[in-house]
Nanobody
Framework: QVQLVESGGGLVQAGGSLRLSCTAS????????MGWFRQAPGKEREFVAT????????HYADSVKGRFTISRDNAKNTLYLQMNSLKPLDTAVYYC????????WGQGTQVTVSS
């Protein structure tokens, strides 16, 4: 069973940047696609970005396209999300997800963007 630990969140002013990390254990990291999702207060969890096993194919939600970059380091079992030009609407708890069919989620990391 996979364990996912997100980190790197914090409080940042609008226009600023943050880099989130997600460390996975319990499964062969390089064998699975990965994704980032987020959940704002009172809203459903939503898709942010996804990356294939090798890191060569990525997709983004329209709301973050051009501002966020998803990447992975299979040697370190770590997934990243570089977030630039942050907006108050990006405020949410951010979660990583391994597409292994297990339904497991990490505890998430809070990102707060002030105006």
């Amino acid at each position: 069973q996979v364990q996912l630990v997100e980190s790197g969140g914090g409080l940042v002013q609008a226009g600023g940047s943050l880099r989130l990390s997600c460390t996975a254990s319990g499964r062969t990291f390089s064998g699975y696609g990965m994704g980032w999702f987020r959940q704002a207060p009172g809203k459903e969890r939503e898709f942010v970005a996804t990356i294939d096993r090798s890191g060569s194919i990525t997709h983004y939600a329209d709301s973050v396209k051009g501002r966020f970059t998803i990447s992975r380091d299979n040697a370190k079992n770590t997934l990243y999300l570089q977030m630039n030009s942050l907006k108050p609407l990006d405020t949410a708890v951010y979660y990583c997800k391994m597409y292994d069919g297990s339904g497991n989620w990490g505890q998430g990391t809070q990102v707060t963007v002030s105006s």
